[in-house]
């Protein structure tokens, strides 16, 4: 019944390890987003999906890495872990514009990189 | 560079008296103004979409309206319950990127 949904929802590794993060949404949308939220609590767009296909790609660090099996689905890879890392990453996903454009966000994972 | 200011950053109410969060930005061509609710530890809910200036919605205590350079998110007698961080942001109409440039938020707490 969960409309966007993540996993795992808490996640604590070491500095230098590798680490994935899934993202599922059953409500048809086209389009997928991450999000980071950082300890101040902002929001910011990191990558989006439409169709399987990258449209956004926000000056991220190419440690990230997402990845779109099907539209349906986000995951989020990140290599060689580092201290900033830390934060909450949020996954969303919308309808193609100009459609509808609001996005819905999943619960969030919440990264902690020690 | 679209730009999204919120303030104030944070509001204290009692319960049933009625105020305003203002939401201040600049976009080249606004597609829409939108705004979220998040509770500790979950993710943003969607609450409203604005789309031009003139336009107001409405849901139970809270009421959107939009200028052309400013949101504003009323809360008429909160409860409670309506104690949350309160996030503005917009998309631009420009090209086919639909990403939503954030504010800081506002966080509300409602006292009893």
């Known amino acids: 019944d969960t409309a966007v949904s993540q996993t795992p929802k808490y996640l604590v590794t070491q500095m230098g390890n590798d680490k994935s993060i899934k993202c599922e949404q059953n409500l048809g949308h086209d389009t997928m987003y991450w999000y980071k939220q950082d300890s101040k609590k902002f929001l910011k767009i990191m990558f989006s999906y439409n169709n399987k296909e990258l449209i956004i790609n926000e000056t991220v660090p190419n440690r990230f890495s997402p990845k779109s099996p099907d539209k349906a689905h986000l995951n989020l890879h990140i290599n060689s872990l580092e201290l900033g890392d830390s934060a909450v990453y949020f996954c969303a996903s919308s309808q193609d514009p100009p459609a509808g454009a609001e996005q819905y966000f999943g619960p969030g994972t919440r990264l902690t990189v020690t | 560079e679209d730009q999204v200011t919120q303030s104030p950053e944070a509001l204290r109410l009692q319960e049933g008296e009625s105020s305003s969060l203002n939401c201040s930005y600049t976009?080249?061509?606004?597609?829409?103004l939108f705004w979220y609710r998040q509770d500790p530890g979950k993710g943003p809910e969607f609450l409203f979409t604005l789309y031009s200036a003139g336009e107001e919605k409405e849901k139970e205590r809270l009421k959107a309206t939009l200028t052309k350079k400013e949101s504003f998110l009323h809360i008429t007698a909160p409860k409670p319950e309506d104690s949350a961080t309160y996030l503005c942001a917009v998309q631009a109409r420009t090209g086919a990127n639909s990403k939503l440039t954030f504010g800081k938020g506002i966080t509300l707490s409602v006292r009893p």
């Open positions: 976009v080249s061509g606004l597609r829409g």
